[in-house]
């Protein structure tokens, strides 16, 4: 699976939109790239995933370049609640194996 | 809640001893993973099962360490002559069968927080 690089930390102010950039320049045709975060003291939640097209839900907005080699995770108002440790993720979707978490964006929603 | 369940949360062990966790995932999601996570990193994947087989175990997973999910339901995760490096949250995920499988939504549990004296 192709590797990610996140910047350590960033800051939001609440209310704001949470733009959180995630590089990954080797990814391969077949992968996807998926989001998760973790709040303090608990286990990893998912946010959402996408292949080349942007996708939004509930929580969150996906931008994937057209090259496919970068993406931003958009959380449209951020509140005290998300701050948390994000983690980008590239894998292919139907592999068995597992999901490879790296060291993640801290995220830090400041009132 | 993720409907995961992990136990303990927290265990405190003296080095050398023998510790087990315990995750009971979602009922009829028939994978299962375990991971371990250190301070300040994310999480490595130690073992995954398929039902009641272990189909791929990380480099991670010394002899010391041993998982089974018997009944291809709960799983244990078993560490023997724990070692002060072996301080970690153990996290179980699990994931929905069916098409759920390949879009790579796990639930994890809240882990069990491990503290080797």
């Known amino acids: 699976d192709a590797k990610t690089t996140q910047p350590p930390s960033m800051d939001c102010a609440e209310g704001r939109a949470a733009n959180l950039p995630c590089n990954h320049s080797?990814?391969?045709?077949?992968?996807?790239v998926y989001w998760y975060r973790q709040i303090h003291s608990q286990g990893p939640q998912y946010i959402i995933h996408g292949l080349k097209n942007n996708e939004t839900n509930e929580m969150a907005s996906l931008i994937i370049t057209e090259d496919r080699k970068s993406s931003t995770l958009i959380l449209p108002h951020a509140t005290l609640r998300d701050t948390a440790v994000y983690y980008c993720?590239?894998?292919?979707?139907?592999?068995?194996?597992?999901?490879?978490f790296g060291a993640g964006t801290r995220l830090t929603v400041k009132p | 809640d993720t409907g995961v369940s992990q136990d303990p949360r927290h265990k405190i062990t003296k080095r050398g001893q023998n510790v087990t966790f315990r995750c009971d995932p979602i009922?009829?999601?028939?994978?299962l993973y375990w991971y371990r996570q250190t301070l300040g990193q994310g999480p490595e994947f130690l073992t995954y099962f398929q039902n009641e087989a272990q189909l791929e175990k990380s480099r991670l997973l010394s002899d010391r360490f041993s998982a089974e999910r018997p009944k291809g339901s709960f799983s244990t995760l078993e560490i023997q002559r724990t070692e002060q490096g072996d301080s970690a949250m153990y996290l179980c995920a699990s994931i929905y069968p069916g098409n759920r499988v390949n879009t790579g939504e796990l639930f994890f549990g809240e882990g069990s927080r491990l503290t080797v004296l």
């Open positions: 080797t990814i391969s045709g077949n992968e996807y």
């Open positions: 009922s009829e999601h028939n994978r």
């Open positions: 993720i590239v894998r292919v979707a139907h592999n068995n194996n597992d999901m490879r």
